[in-house]
């Protein structure tokens, strides 16, 4: 565990330094009340009904749980949040970034700070959940971090009355991030393959880009399901489309799962690939 704790540490250090912040463990009222504030505008929550009560996160600081938070300067980017769970894991709660930093690495920072904590404290995997329709996370935590997709969770955590989620049913990909196999630390060095490589000759498409459920025959080597460029542009100006996509992606993956394949990786183009097992 040395040499790989080292490694994670040197990893989480560059990944800051890429980003210019500096990713730390919170600590005090006032940053727990900053994280909560923060969190709260990444999923346009209302304070009445916050994404994490700032209460239960001074609990998580104070018990030693997973609390830290990306800051340039002195101002506050993101905050994440995990708690310990049976089998030395992790569980990733929340990640949260303000929306004006997305794309310059800070979340990929937080990540490997979180990676390199998990492995101080002698914990093997982080897990946590995610929309599989949002694409950017799908590319961040299969791609970025070398997680791994492994069930599909329709309706997950029911009804929310955050902005992001209203109205919707909450359907998201469990994930479990194996923090010392080859793949999470070939992303941790930025080393990981890229995607498109790992398709091959005769895969078949179940979800096409225009959201069309295709007819992958069951016995192909491989499925290729897509999912939509901007999934919150598309719920703020086509609900109906927005949850089409919702039903189509479901039972692709639920389907595909069922029938033997894994999630194996996404593509650059957006689609998650599923090969068999």
């Given at each position: 565990?040395?040499?790989?704790?080292?490694?994670?540490?040197?990893?989480?250090?560059?990944?800051?330094?890429?980003?210019?912040?500096?990713?730390?463990?919170?600590?005090?009222?006032?940053?727990?009340?900053?994280?909560?504030?923060?969190?709260?505008?990444?999923?346009q929550a209302q304070p009445s009904e916050p994404v994490v009560p700032p209460a239960v996160l001074r609990a998580?600081?104070?018990?030693?749980?997973?609390?830290?938070?990306?800051?340039?300067?002195?101002?506050?980017?993101?905050?994440?949040?995990?708690?310990?769970?049976?089998?030395?894991?992790?569980?990733?709660?929340?990640?949260?970034?303000?929306?004006?930093?997305?794309?310059?690495g800070v979340g990929f920072a937080v990540k490997q700070h979180q990676r390199a904590w998990a492995l101080r404290h002698g914990l093997h995997e982080v897990r946590w959940t995610f929309d599989?329709?949002?694409?950017?996370?799908?590319?961040?935590?299969?791609?970025?971090?070398?997680?791994?997709?492994?069930?599909?969770?329709?309706?997950?955590?029911?009804?929310?009355?955050?902005?992001?989620?209203?109205?919707?049913?909450?359907?998201?990909?469990?994930?479990?991030?194996?923090?010392?196999?080859?793949?999470?630390?070939?992303?941790?060095?930025?080393?990981?393959?890229?995607?498109?490589?790992?398709?091959?000759?005769?895969?078949?498409?179940?979800?096409?880009?225009?959201?069309?459920?295709?007819?992958?025959?069951?016995?192909?080597?491989?499925?290729?399901?897509?999912?939509?460029?901007?999934?919150?542009?598309?719920?703020?100006?086509?609900?109906?489309?927005?949850?089409?996509?919702?039903?189509?992606?479901?039972?692709?993956?639920?389907?595909?799962?069922?029938?033997?394949?894994?999630?194996?990786?996404?593509?650059?183009?957006?689609?998650?690939?599923?090969?068999?097992?």
């Amino acid at each position: 565990m040395g040499d790989e704790l080292l490694d994670a540490e040197r990893c989480a250090q560059a990944a800051a330094d890429r980003s210019g912040v500096t990713v730390r463990a919170l600590a005090g009222l006032a940053e727990v009340r900053s994280a909560a504030e923060l969190l709260n505008r990444v999923w346009q929550a209302q304070p009445s009904e916050p994404v994490v009560p700032p209460a239960v996160l001074r609990a998580y600081e104070y018990s030693g749980n997973y609390l830290a938070g990306a800051f340039r300067g002195s101002r506050l980017l993101a905050a994440a949040v995990g708690f310990l769970s049976p089998g030395d894991r992790l569980h990733s709660d929340v990640l949260g970034v303000l929306p004006g930093e997305r794309g310059t690495g800070v979340g990929f920072a937080v990540k490997q700070h979180q990676r390199a904590w998990a492995l101080r404290h002698g914990l093997h995997e982080v897990r946590w959940t995610f929309d599989p329709l949002v694409r950017r996370n799908a590319r961040f935590n299969l791609r970025s971090l070398g997680a791994e997709a492994v069930a599909y969770l329709p309706d997950f955590y029911g009804p929310l009355s955050d902005g992001l989620n209203v109205l919707e049913e909450t359907d998201r990909l469990a994930v479990h991030w194996r923090l010392t196999s080859r793949r999470a630390t070939q992303a941790a060095r930025r080393r990981l393959p890229k995607p498109d490589r790992a398709v091959p000759s005769g895969a078949e498409l179940a979800v096409d880009h225009q959201g069309i459920p295709a007819s992958a025959t069951p016995d192909a080597p491989a499925q290729l399901v897509a999912v939509p460029a901007d999934i919150d542009l598309l719920r703020a100006n086509d609900r109906p489309a927005a949850a089409h996509w919702r039903r189509v992606v479901r039972t692709a993956l639920t389907v595909a799962l069922a029938d033997g394949y894994r999630i194996a990786d996404f593509t650059s183009d957006g689609c998650y690939l599923l090969l068999r097992h």
